[in-house]
Nanobody, 123 residues
Framework: QVQLVESGGGLVQPGDSLTLSCAHSEFTVDYYRIGWFRQAPGKRREGVSSISSSSGSTYYADSVKGRFTISRDNAKGTVYLQMSSLKPEDTAVYYC????????????????WGQGTQVTVSS
């Protein structure tokens, strides 16, 4: 089973920026679309962003479009999520998933999960 390790979360103020990292050690993951999901307290996990293996295709949820940027460095086995203009509603545990596919009208996670990293946006 592929192991993913998220990092970079923390406590920030509204308007601040933060960059999350998702590291993996399996080279086969380089061939998969990887995505970021988040889960706020009392809410369902939702898709935030995803990126294709070649970085040629990206997806952003409407709630983060224009503020978040996803990228990947296959040589380093890492996917990044640059978050800017953070809002309190971005507060959640952020997870990455190693196999995101388009199914029944939306991008869905089919691969391994990391342990998550907490992002808290509060003044």
């Amino acid at each position: 089973q592929v192991q993913l390790v998220e990092s970079g979360g923390g406590l920030v103020q509204p308007g601040d920026s933060l960059t999350l990292s998702c590291a993996h050690s399996e080279f086969t993951v380089d061939y998969y679309r990887i995505g970021w999901f988040r889960q706020a307290p009392g809410k369902r996990r939702e898709g935030v962003s995803s990126i294709s293996s070649s970085s040629g295709s990206t997806y952003y949820a409407d709630s983060v479009k224009g503020r978040f940027t996803i990228s990947r460095d296959n040589a380093k086995g890492t996917v990044y999520l640059q978050m800017s203009s953070l809002k309190p509603e971005d507060t959640a545990v952020y997870y990455c998933n190693a196999d995101v596919q388009y199914y029944r009208g939306t991008w869905r996670p089919f691969g391994s999960w990391g342990q998550g990293t907490q992002v808290t946006v509060s003044s």
